[in-house]
């Protein structure tokens, strides 16, 4: 399928949450809590999505002042579409919407190397807090000590 039949998407409408969640649980970022993640992207002041059609293909959200700082959350392209430009895509819309701030984000896993093609780099002092609801996280540090 080429790329030029994928389109760009702003905005956020709560009957897509199916769609979304779906999406999410295609990858390694499961979301089982549908409620969570609807009232989540609605917060989210920059959401942008491709679809094809009616089939979401790729999502990703931003926090943002958009004057110094930006967050940018839960970036993910259907496996099937991966590899493709889509989450380049999103990606671009996403820091389009606020090009003179900073962008911080956690990458999944293994997908470092695509962020850092987009120009970001490690974070030497980045720190992180997650509820007790959220269980140990593997992308804490917890062996690491504070000096």
Not at 4 to 33: A, P
Request: charged fraction near 20%; include cysteine.
């Amino acid at each position: 399928m080429r790329s030029d039949n994928f389109n760009l998407m702003y905005g956020y409408e709560s009957k897509w949450i199916q769609e979304v969640t779906s999406l999410f649980n295609k990858t390694e970022m499961n979301r089982d809590n549908s409620v969570m993640v609807d009232r989540a992207t609605q917060n989210s002041q920059v959401l942008a999505s491709v679809w094809n059609g009616q089939n979401l293909l790729a999502i990703g959200r931003m926090l943002t002042d958009f004057q110094m700082y930006s967050n940018i959350f839960d970036v993910v392209v259907d496996p099937e579409f991966q590899k493709k430009g889509l989450g380049r895509r999103v990606m671009e819309a996403l820091m389009a919407k606020a090009p003179a701030t900073c962008f911080y984000l956690t990458s999944t896993f293994g997908n470092e190397p695509f962020y850092l093609n987009l120009g970001y780099r490690y974070h030497k002092t980045a720190m992180a807090r997650y509820p007790e609801f959220f269980g140990k996280s593997s992308y804490l540090d917890w062996e690491r000590e504070i000096e």
